[in-house]
């Protein structure tokens, strides 16, 4: 009976390290600029493609029905990462000069529509290049099952696993040490008294868009081999990873990154009792969260003063 | 010299007249609405347009039909219902189409088999499994809606006469995904097995992005279950089965024909995919008349697996054709009851067809023209054991 609680807690773990990524992804972005990308889950799709044009390339082919066993192995892998990262965080300058930054601290919501558009035209030339299969991705460490106390991980788990941990400690330095880091939260705490300070505040914001579009490439080719790759891939995850990233808290990037872990195991050890319940917690837990604590468990209570 | 122009001139009167003349008798158009380009069932909506555009060309070659050439109007409907309602009433209406290959998903087939009823046209599905898609809107009305394809309710029928008939399947466990398709599939699985008294021990389900279901698997494991029936499309039963490695439990595994689906076959991997046993139109073990179309379409498919498609609207074009043969018309009405009542046999890709309709048969193809199926080696097989030996005609309840 334990190694089917152990099972639950890794499988939730390893899911809520996806969730945990792409929620990161999203409070950078509304951290500095109080704006979201909504098309984040076609920038994971986006990411994993790009990737999976990386391994194919460095393999000598580019036939996506047949990709080759070793396509992930050796530095073919991590070279796939970079790439899809600086490409999708380029992707990220755009979306923010095109959609975002006409409408930002305007009145009304239309970068919502504009950003959500954007998606929508990534998606299509995604189709147009890459086609609407599902491809499958294979894992840099082998498709073997690794057995802990007798619940079994794949590689690729722990993989995603330990790199959002080790993202999430690599940022939280950044953000807190760094320059960067600093100009970023003056940046979120006040545009105007940042930029009297001579904080470039257009700059700050492209930064954290494209740090966004980065940690969205990279989750996406992380993701491909647990998930098999495709367009569509990605917005089933961003989904549950904006809910994770409320529940932690939108403007607390370690609250977000908690909210995913969160609901990771929370839909593991619920699909545990009942399956029918696994959607339902996780809103219902949303509703609660909010009601109780609107900024989330984490976040910071803003007062908009009137 | 002169000789000569005048050829020439005779020559080109002679081209003008012939063009004049096939412009005169209008083109018989067909149309085709499915999803072409936007979802991953798209690869079956591609492969269904090569087999309509090769029965296309084969009639064409044979002189057209009522003398009239043929051409196929393709609208894609991004998988979306709104748009494929959109489609189905721009093929009618604009391009005046005399028939409708389509749709590539159940859900969108569903939502407007009411227009092509309201304009009487017939339609003959190639891909979309449901059940009810060719129900009659009301009970004992006119019915416009055909199919050449696999069908559900057939399917579960089969998979649960194994589950009856197997003495090592003791305790049952049902799985679903939550999307229509899933959930349509348990319904039928829930009503056949009453009908055989199959009680299941547990019913569990995954969302269709799940890529763990290790807990409901857990759960099946600890009622005890042995066999298993899962009803969902094809990445999410490799994803079952990758979860099912994990905490090593192997029950016997009863899937819809997804598991066909190359993408089931890419998240499985080639071990585990061998596991899932399911029904299928036609094996990698083609007839001759099979491997003919196979060996003209194949270099243009997406994915070999998708070629049943191309077979099912191959054949529908052709009985359509027939049918007008026999009505000696495209009016609408009057071919469908010539569907209805065609006289004569066909030999098609996929069989003799012998009076394949009538007003209340609409399915092209039925249980017995279904074929058990698993992946070997890459490739789909049939599949052979002692207790599909066993299946008798009564073991099908419906």
């Known amino acids: ?127 147009v290049v890459w086609g609407p299969a599902v491809v499958n991705v294979p894992a840099p460490f082998g498709e073997g099952v690794i057995r802990i106390f007798g619940a079994g991980v794949r590689s690729q788990e722990l993989v995603v696993l330990v790199s959002a941990i080790v993202i999430m400690l690599v940022f939280d330095q950044i953000m807190r040490r760094s320059l960067l880091g600093k100009a970023m939260r003056a940046v979120a705490f006040s545009p105007q008294v940042a930029s009297l300070m001579g904080i470039n505040v257009t700059l700050v914001m492209v930064g954290a868009f494209v740090m966004s579009g980065v940690l969205a490439g990279f989750a996406g080719v992380m993701v491909a081999p647990i998930s098999t790759a495709s367009l569509f891939m990605g917005l089933g995850f961003s989904l549950k990873a904006f809910a994770g990233a409320i529940i932690g808290g939108l403007n607390n990037p370690r609250g977000c990154i908690f909210g995913g872990f969160m609901l990771g195991v929370i839909e593991s050890f619920v699909g545990l009792w009942h399956s029918e319940w696994r959607e339902i917690s996780v809103f219902v837990l949303i509703i609660l969260v909010l009601a109780v604590r609107p900024d989330g468990l984490f976040g910071a209570r803003t007062v908009d003063k009137v | 010299m002169h000789k000569r122009n005048m050829f020439k001139m005779a020559a080109a009167a002679a081209v003008l007249t012939l063009t004049a003349g096939t412009a005169f008798a209008q083109e018989i158009k067909i149309g085709f609405n499915g999803d072409i380009s936007a979802s991953p069932s798209a690869q079956s909506g591609q492969a269904g347009v090569l087999g309509l555009q090769a029965a296309i060309d084969d009639l064409n070659a044979a002189g057209g039909l009522l003398g009239r050439r043929l051409s196929l109007v393709v609208r894609d409907d991004l998988s979306q219902p709104p748009r494929s309602i959109q489609n189905m009433s721009d093929l009618i209406d604009n391009e005046r189409v005399s028939m409708i290959i389509g749709p590539t998903n159940s859900g969108n087939a569903l939502a407007w088999r009411h227009i092509p009823n309201q304009k009487r046209i017939p339609v003959i599905g190639f891909s979309g499994s449901a059940t009810d898609i060719t129900k009659p809107m009301a009970a004992g009305a006119d019915n416009y809606m055909f199919r050449v394809s696999m069908v559900d309710r057939p399917q579960v029928a089969a998979l649960m006469a194994y ?118 139109t036609v094996t990698d073990e083609r007839s001759a008349r099979q491997q003919q179309l196979f060996d003209r379409v194949s270099p243009r498919l997406a994915s070999t697996s998708s070629f049943p498609f191309a077979a099912h609207a191959y054949d529908g074009m052709m009985l359509y054709a027939a049918a007008v043969r026999q009505a000696g018309t495209i009016d609408g009405p009057k071919v469908r009851e010539a569907l209805e009542s065609l006289q004569g046999r066909y030999d098609g890709i996929m069989k003799a067809y012998e009076r394949p309709f009538s007003r209340t048969e609409r399915e092209g193809l039925l249980a017995s023209d279904f074929r058990w199926t698993h992946w070997k080696d890459g490739r789909l097989v049939n599949y052979g054991d002692d207790v599909v030996r066993s299946l008798r005609q009564e073991d099908f309840r419906m």
């Open chain 1, 1 to 127: 009976m334990s190694a089917t609680y152990l099972q639950a807690l890794l499988s939730g773990l390893s899911v809520g390290g996806i969730y945990a990524l792409i929620a990161l992804s999203f409070s950078i972005t509304f951290t500095t600029t109080k704006t979201l990308n909504f098309s984040q889950g076609e920038f994971v799709s986006f990411g994993a493609f790009v990737g999976l044009s990386v391994l194919l390339l460095l393999s000598g082919t580019f036939d996506f029905n047949a990709v080759p066993a070793d396509a992930s192995a050796g530095l073919k892998f991590p070279a796939a990462v970079v790439t899809a990262g600086v490409l999708v965080g380029v992707v990220g300058i755009f979306i923010f000069l095109l959609a975002v930054r006409p409408f930002a601290g305007k009145p009304g919501m239309s970068w919502v529509m504009s950003t959500i558009g954007f998606g929508i035209i990534l998606q299509s030339l995604g189709l």
């Open chain 2, 163 to 280: 589950v009856k008939r197997n003495p090592a399947s003791k305790v049952v466990g049902f799985m679903f995904e939550t999307t229509g398709y899933g959930q349509g599939g348990l319904r039928d699985m829930q009503e056949i097995a009453a009908m055989h008294g199959i009680q299941p021990a547990a019913t569990e389900r995954f969302a269709v992005n799940d890529t763990d279901m290790t807990s409901q698997l857990n759960k099946l494991k600890a009622a005890g279950v042995d066999t298993l029936v899962v009803w969902a499309q094809g990445a999410p039963l490799g994803h079952l089965l990758r979860s099912m490695e994990k905490i090593n439990y192997f029950p016997r595994l009863l899937t819809s024909w997804a598991a066909d689906n190359k993408s089931f076959y890419d998240a499985a991997g080639p071990q585990l995919a061998e596991r899932a046993i399911f029904l299928r």
